[in-house]
């Protein structure tokens, strides 16, 4: 055999020939729809806002309900809040689930640039999906002037509006939080929808609205009741951007930072 | 091209790899020996930055893997065939490759040409692709963004016969170029078959390498007879100064095959079968593994 001694044979470097993190974030924007589960995922979250649209403007006009651009807008954010969040999921999990990383690694072998570009990704499918939904809340808020005896309203409040948004990034961000440290497609999912909507239904509804410390309690915990005053447009003191604060910090903040930690370390099976 | 330096690593008290060092040159196939579970996945996963080391560096082409600014166009890796989305198809699986890279699209098409997967397969999704199909392709990802060094773990599992020749022309036509290739298997017959050099792993050490020839050189056990009446050619050897071991159908004989030819024509003895008793690259291999193998093969010396 070869003397270690002997030198062995130079790979010149060109560093021009890098990957630019431009490319590696649209690589993750391609890996988002280019699997079967991504592209259902995606045309059924379009299906789902043209529905909410539809039953939006259908039940306000037939019970001559006043539909205010705020509320217009919170409902426009429930289709992408219901099925979207899973892709920020499955973009680290499926990593791991299906075995991909050891592709993905291999071409960026500097694991938290890869993740910073999926990161890049939700956060860009978070923003995109706003936009979208306040184009088609535009479209029936405008249907609504058309169509019902009230003229529409257009006066929308930009606080609102961008709580509402930073909201919308907050649950990708805990999505993509959740599947950071469960690296499990199922357990990151479930857990996703247990925090983000079998609690807040189940639990902290009946709890804020039938019991007398409800109100007090309830915003501390979940991070949609402490955000509900600011996307509202409602005034807000200092205790709720307390409550934004604590509730982002142990649902978001948390899971990420222990996430990335997991991830630099997690061994790809 | 690629040199591994006294690479350790260990998962608690667990040794998986022990004070490995070798190197691949240009040009030579290397075959990476060894049973499940000796360590040949996890010095390929050092390798490519995908596990640190506990100790001990790898070099490619004298930079670690990590400091390659596109690792793809220099080192094409494989190191699970079955690692690919089942959702994805299998154009678009390289389609990714090479948008990361930077490489044009028309490499796609090269690519799939180049391991016969047709326009029909390649539109297919990865779940219904066989392993053989898979290797296919994580072959043709692999050798995308033209790399100097090729990395393959297991590459030819799930190839059928044909599938394993068209491999082997591959990866000579492949190094004939100056191309670097390491691969590995726990299948000897593959590795002796494809492989130039060979390094033989067994519990996480390193028990033999070298270039195939010289590794069965020198183990001295002789030539294997047989003839149409053994007893009289295993009497005429002994007349002649020969010592004979009985084994199998004949006998063993420290001498060299033309010398035994030359006894056998002086007495008018035919021979049925003559070559020399190594017993190939499996008994040594068995032989230097023994300790490691699960299961007990008690005296690994085999009698061809």
């Known amino acids: ?269 | 091209m690629i040199r591994v330096q006294s690479v350790t690593k260990r998962y608690g008290d667990f040794v998986a790899v022990d004070d490995v060092s070798f190197v691949c040159r240009p040009g030579r196939v290397t075959g990476f020996l060894g049973p499940n579970g000796a360590g040949k996945t996890t010095t390929m996963r050092v390798m490519t930055g995908l596990t640190p080391a506990t100790s001990g560096r790898i070099t490619i082409g004298g930079h670690s893997y990590r400091d390659l600014p596109n690792p793809g166009r220099h080192v094409g890796v494989l190191l699970d065939a079955s690692a690919q989305h089942g959702g994805r198809t299998g154009r678009e699986v390289l389609a990714l490759g090479a948008h990361l890279m930077g490489l044009p699209t028309s490499r796609v098409d090269e690519m799939l040409d180049l391991v016969s997967l047709s326009e029909t397969e390649s539109r297919r999704r990865v779940r219904h692709y066989s392993l053989g199909m898979r290797q296919r392709l994580g072959i043709a990802h692999a050798l995308l963004g033209d790399p100097a060094v090729l990395i393959l773990d297991e590459p030819a599992n799930g190839l059928d016969p044909a599938g394993i020749r068209w491999m082997r022309d591959l990866l000579t036509s492949y190094a004939d170029r100056g191309g670097t290739v390491l691969l590995s298997s726990h299948l000897l017959n593959e590795v002796e078959l494809i492989a130039d050099e060979m390094v033989l792993i067994g519990r996480g050490r390193i028990v033999a390498q070298g270039d195939k020839r010289a590794l069965l050189q020198g183990r001295g056990t002789g030539t294997f007879v047989t003839a149409v009446d053994p007893s009289a050619m295993a009497a005429a050897l002994e007349r002649t100064g020969y010592v004979t071991v009985p084994a199998g159908d004949g006998f063993r004989v420290e001498a060299a095959p033309v010398d035994i030819g030359r006894v056998a024509a002086e007495h008018g003895l035919v021979l049925s079968d003559l070559r020399p008793a190594d017993g190939g690259l499996e008994s040594l291999f068995l032989e230097l593994t023994a300790e490691e193998q699960r299961e007990s093969f008690g005296n690994a010396e085999v009698a061809a």
């Open chain 1, 1 to 269: 055999m070869t003397a270690l001694a002997d030198e062995p044979v130079q790979i010149e470097l060109d560093h021009d020939d890098a990957v630019p993190f431009s490319r590696l974030v649209s690589v993750e924007l391609r890996k988002m729809r280019d699997t079967r589960s991504g592209f259902w995922l995606l045309l059924l979250t379009g299906v789902l806002l043209v529905a909410a649209a539809a039953i939006a403007l259908l039940v306000t006009l037939l019970n001559d309900i006043e539909l205010t651009p705020v509320t217009l807008a919170q409902i426009m954010m429930v289709p992408f809040s219901l099925l979207l969040p899973v892709l920020a999921i499955t973009s680290v999990t499926s990593e791991w689930s299906q075995r991909t990383g050891l592709v993905t690694f291999a071409l960026e072998p500097h694991r938290m640039r890869a993740i910073a570009a999926k990161l890049v990704m939700v956060l860009l499918l978070a923003l995109a999906t706003t936009v979208l939904g306040f184009a088609v809340g535009a479209v029936t808020n405008a249907l609504y002037g058309a169509l019902g005896d009230t003229p529409a309203d257009w006066s929308l409040d930009a606080s609102a509006l961008s709580w509402t948004l930073i909201t919308q990034l907050l649950y990708f961000l805990m999505a993509f939080g959740f599947g950071l440290v469960l690296l499990s497609t199922p357990a990151a999912v479930a857990m996703f929808y247990v925090v983000a909507m079998l609690l807040p239904f189940m639990v902290y509804g009946p709890l804020f609205g039938l019991v007398s410390w409800g109100p007090d309690v309830v915003p501390w915990l979940d991070l949609g009741f402490a955000t509900t005053p600011l996307a509202g447009g409602e005034a807000a003191d200092v205790t709720v951007y307390a409550q934004v604060a604590v509730t982002s910090l142990v649902w978001v903040a948390l899971p990420l930072v222990g996430g990335l930690m997991r991830v630099r370390q997690a061994e790809l099976k």
